[in-house]
Nanobody
């Protein structure tokens, strides 16, 4: 089993920045890809943000956050980060960390999920 715990959420004015962290524990050697999703109020489906291969070989970002969000990974700390800049009110939502065994990319398949963390962006 793998356990994921997010931190770093909170409230920020529009245009500001936040950095989310996700620490993995348990059988972390099974993890090959880590990524971020969010649940935005009023939308039925979770929205993929991006992911990163834990060996550092590849990163992927969905169009909605390209150029504003950056994902990085610290293998020694078993932590993945989501740096969010130029935040907008529509970025408000619950942000989830996820991990899986396979390749990253738009169709990455995640097995393990964090509990989610709230991000609020105000006007």
């Amino acid at each position: 089993q793998v356990y994921l715990v997010e931190s770093g959420g909170g409230s920020v004015p529009a245009g500001g920045s936040l950095r989310l962290s996700c620490v993995a524990s348990g059988r972390t050697t099974n993890i090959a890809c880590m990524g971020w999703y969010r649940q935005v109020p009023g939308k039925a489906k979770n929205e993929g943000l991006g992911n990163i291969q834990t060996d550092g070989s590849d990163e992927y970002y969905f169009d909605s956050v390209k150029g504003r969000f950056t994902i990085s990974h610290d293998a020694a700390k078993k932590t993945v980060f989501l740096q969010m800049n130029s935040l907008k009110p529509e970025d408000t939502g619950i942000y989830y960390c996820a991990a899986g065994r396979g390749r990253c990319g738009a169709g990455a398949a995640y097995i393990w999920w964090g509990q989610g963390i709230q991000v609020n962006v105000s006007l």
